[in-house]
């Protein structure tokens, strides 16, 4: 059986959500697939930009980083999505691409594949569950299968949610188990994936 293309689309400021979509990146490479990492275009106004160092460094740091498509979605039997939460949603820059799927959708072309979300936000409280909530209703609409992290892995009582990974950014980087959370998130997308691939393939 050929091997499970996986799409790890993300939009990050200043980091967070690109710590967290390498780690599933790794998790999904070590469970086999073939993996393509894009992020989304940038929207900001420069002012916006050039007010955080921050939000400048990760910049430069991720310019080789190839920009997301339509064709990547096309190729791909897994998509991961990552965002941080923008007042209990998508951040613009995200839901942008988002927006652009509407010819692909229309011909079917994203309908029967998994889909799973990760974010970060910069409070506990600060709207997580809301934003992943909120992409599942896109793979609602897309005839997606939604694969939840659930409480499948240790890690996961450590994480704390079933959504989807999550990091708070108030207390620094993402750590071991944010980390080894999207690396589960990723590999159970994967593993579940390849078990359809076989069942349509048989």
Do not use: C
């Amino acid at each position: 059986m050929e091997p499970v293309n996986v799409a790890i689309i993300y939009y990050s400021a200043t980091g967070t959500v690109h710590t967290l979509a390498q780690a599933a990146a790794e998790g999904a490479e070590k469970a086999g697939a073939q993996v393509r990492l894009r992020k989304v275009a940038e929207l900001a106004p420069p002012e916006a930009i050039n007010a955080r160092p921050e939000w400048v460094q990760h910049r430069a740091d991720t310019a080789d980083v190839a920009e997301a498509g339509l064709d990547d979605l096309a190729w791909a039997d897994v998509v991961l999505f990552g965002t941080p939460t923008r007042f209990g949603n998508v951040a613009s820059q995200l839901k942008a691409f988002i927006d652009t799927t509407g010819p692909l959708w229309l011909r079917g072309g994203l309908a029967d594949k998994v889909y799973a979300a990760f974010t970060a936000s910069n409070t506990a409280h600060g709207g997580q569950e809301a934003t992943l909530l909120a992409l599942g209703n896109v793979f609602y609409h897309w005839g997606g299968i939604i694969v939840p992290p659930g409480y499948t892995d240790p890690v996961q009582f450590q994480s704390g949610n079933p959504y989807g990974t999550s990091h708070v950014t108030g207390d620094g980087p993402p750590g071991d188990v944010a980390r080894q959370a999207a690396r589960h998130q990723a590999r159970r997308a994967v593993d579940t994936a390849a078990a359809l691939k076989a069942g349509r393939a048989a």
